[in-house]
């Protein structure tokens, strides 16, 4: 079953935009890890924020958790069209052993 | 590193045919995980095993699945018989994991699995 939900389903802005994602999930997490898909490739690790976090940032990424709501965001400033992708969180839950449940995702475009 | 290799990346098979796919996980990783996508369910893991030894198998659909990991370096995932509800991409990830924190996976490529 799906640990995270993901806000919106699908997101479409223009270059240089920012883009906001939103993930949402159910239990107690170790930690919250938002992963970046291109069509037809394999996932790709973007940032791991800890239950003991407020917020991380890597780049043009910001990564906010809030974890009394269970609730975390993905904001990605400054978009290109390269940033075009399916967006997912992933939750490693405590006391779930090592093993990552991902949501359903977000398909950002970004447009020229 | 080359990263998590899979094959084949695309197979297409009729129905009752068994399937293979395989996974060589990077070098020194310790943990590997089998993950299935799908529209309709999107990611689900299937399996993972840690250092060979297979720890969690509760997301294997059912006994048509298995899953096996000879040594470190290589992994496969069989389906016996095919059905057309199995069409779907199979992801390999693998990953070093220390304490109780699961940290970042690296994926393969995946490889799509198509049953006629």
């Known amino acids: 079953s799906q640990q995270g939900e993901e806000d919106p389903q699908a997101l479409s802005i223009q270059e240089g935009e920012n883009a906001t994602m939103n993930c949402s999930y159910k239990t107690s997490i170790n930690n919250l890890q938002w992963y970046r898909q291109n069509s037809g490739r394999g996932l790709v690790h973007l940032i791991l924020?800890?239950?003991n976090e407020r917020e991380k940032h890597s780049g043009r990424l910001r990564v906010t958790l809030d974890t009394s709501k269970k609730s975390s965001s993905l904001l990605i400033t400054a978009s290109r069209a390269a940033d075009t992708a399916s967006y997912f969180c992933a939750t490693d839950a405590w006391g779930g052993g090592n093993k990552l449940t991902f949501g359903t995702g977000t398909q950002l475009k970004v447009e020229l | 590193d080359a990263g998590v290799i899979q094959s084949p990346r695309h197979e297409v098979t009729e129905m009752g045919q068994e399937v293979t796919l395989r996974c060589k996980p990077i070098s020194g990783h310790d943990y590997l995980f089998w993950y299935r996508q799908t529209m309709m369910r999107g990611l689900e893991l299937l399996i993972y095993?840690?250092?060979?030894?297979?720890?969690?198998d509760s997301g294997m659909p059912e006994d048509r699945f298995s899953a096996k990991m000879p040594n470190a370096s290589f992994s496969t995932l069989k389906i016996q018989p095919s059905e057309p509800r199995d069409s779907a991409v199979y992801f390999c990830?693998?990953?070093?994991?220390?304490?109780?924190?699961?940290?970042?996976?690296?994926f393969g490529e995946g490889s799509r699995l198509t049953v006629l």
């Open positions: 990830a693998s990953s070093v994991i220390a304490g109780v924190d699961t940290g970042e996976l690296f």
């Open positions: 924020i800890r239950s």
């Open positions: 095993f840690n250092n060979n030894v297979p720890i969690d």
